[in-house]
């Protein structure tokens, strides 16, 4: 029986590993999909630096409000979907006073009780107050119906609702990611040692990285 008990925790911990590695993916795309989005917002904000420029020269206008909100959308958006990815990679400000002292199964234990009792809670949190602003600024009344969407109070401006929605995302995603980083420390207590070492190469890149 003893056997038995133990071998379907080992099923039930390798099936959690399996959704948290399933999140991490999608955690690591965002990564890539936010590089992405870098080098375009670069390319969108020296070009309005560029125009605004020969625009004074030539006396005529070559951007537009829209140019330059895209450009801020576009920070936003990189900005929100890199929260998942940083707390993948443990990239968080950290004074490592105690912490770098201690073994890799305190550290999960610490991880795994501040991850539970704030990282994913915040994100609960952060989802539940968002929610309705967001759906007021893509026209939601109080009777129910949907209106016309939140505009730019700008000229020429952009919706204001696809943008705000990227803050459910981001607090989604990091949501995910936190349920992932949990399941990872219960497998590091457990005597995973895989998993710690996995951990420690995540967050080993990600000090290379910087």
Known sequence: MPDIQRNGKERAVRSLLKLAHGIDRISEFLGKVSIYLIIALLAVGFYNVVVRYIGRFIGQNLSSN??????WYMYSVIFFLIFAYNVKHDVNVRVDILYARWSPKRKAWVDLVGTMLILIPFCIIGIWFTLNPVMVSWGLLPDGSF????????PNGLPRAPIKTFIIVAFATLLLQAIAQAIKYLAVIT?????????????AGAEVAE
């Not at 829209?66 to 450009?71: G, N, S, T, V």
């Not at 209106?147 to 700008?154: A, H, I, L």
């Open 66 to 71: 829209r140019l330059i909100e895209i450009q």
């Open 191 to 203: 005597g995973h040692i895989e998993v710690e070492a996995e951990l420690q190469a995540e967050f």
């Open 147 to 154: 209106g016309t969407w939140e505009m730019s109070p700008d």
